[in-house]
């Protein structure tokens, strides 16, 4: 996948796209982010990007000039294939784990970081093809909106996670936050380790997880429950997280 990113400071981006598992997507060449400076496209002489509103109001304003031909330069490389473009921006679809599968399917995505009180409307008007929010609070710019989107969407390019397995099990995955895990050592200063882990009963372990998984969710986010499709097998054991939880 490719990304193009629009932003006034691109060095933001430097240590995530350098580091972890994105480090070793960029590395690899599953992910290329190019990163371009808003400011480099300012055809004034100082080199200004924001404007005073139309209309009055406090805080500036990226102006259309500088976003125009910046999306102008990035789109013109790629005459064969159409980018989504997207605007990192409070007032845009909320990011979960189903708009990040969908965008994982893109060739090629050019994100555009606003700063101080937003954009132009006319550079979301003439561009912009969805605008993505990361959550319903306010951030000083889209950059770091952008590197949790490139995050959660590059993790799911194939590839990129080295066991397919742990995108597919994981919170969300199916709608059901994740089962208690436990590595060594069985007992830390008298904390033990469930028995059933240990007992090298496939079923039993996975009747477990599964449990768990739903009391989980039971207990810290019930409102997933209410849209998570659970088979008979899953409402039966539901049934039985909520006895256990009646008796205690
Ligand atoms: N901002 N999810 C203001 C956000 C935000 C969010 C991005 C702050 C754009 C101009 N973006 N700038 N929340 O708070 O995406």
Not at 52 to 57: D, K
Not at 125 to 131: G, H, I, Q, T, W
Request: hydrophobic residues 35%.
């Amino acid at each position: 996948m490719k990304i193009d990113v629009l932003t006034l400071f691109p060095d933001m981006f430097i240590p995530m796209l350098s580091s972890s598992i994105i480090g070793r997507a960029v590395e690899n060449g599953l992910l290329k982010v190019n990163l371009y400076n808003i400011r480099d496209f300012a055809k004034n002489k100082h080199k200004q990007v924001d404007d005073y509103p139309y209309g009055g109001g406090h805080g500036m304003i990226l102006a259309p000039q500088p976003l125009f031909d910046a999306l102008y330069h990035v789109l013109e490389s790629c005459q064969d294939s159409k980018p989504k473009v997207i605007l990192m921006s409070p007032q845009g679809k909320v990011l979960n784990q189903e708009l990040a599968k969908q965008l994982a399917q893109e060739q090629h995505m050019v994100i555009i970081c606003g700063h101080y009180e937003g954009v132009d409307q006319r550079v979301i008007d003439k561009f912009v093809d969805l605008e993505v929010s990361i959550g319903d609070y306010v951030l000083t710019g889209g950059e770091l909106p952008a590197m949790v989107l490139i995050d959660c969407v590059a993790r799911l390019i194939p590839g990129v996670v080295g066991n397919p397995e742990s995108t597919k099990d994981e919170s969300f995955a199916r709608g059901l936050l994740e089962y208690p895990q436990y590595t060594r050592p069985y007992n830390y200063e008298g904390y033990t380790v469930p028995d059933v882990l240990l007992s090298g009963n496939h079923q039993e372990i996975s009747r477990w997880r599964l449990k768990e998984s739903l009391r989980n969710t039971l207990k810290k986010r019930p409102d997933l429950l209410e849209r998570a499709e659970l088979s008979p097998y899953e409402i039966e054991l539901l049934k039985e997280v909520k006895q256990e939880m009646e008796g205690s």
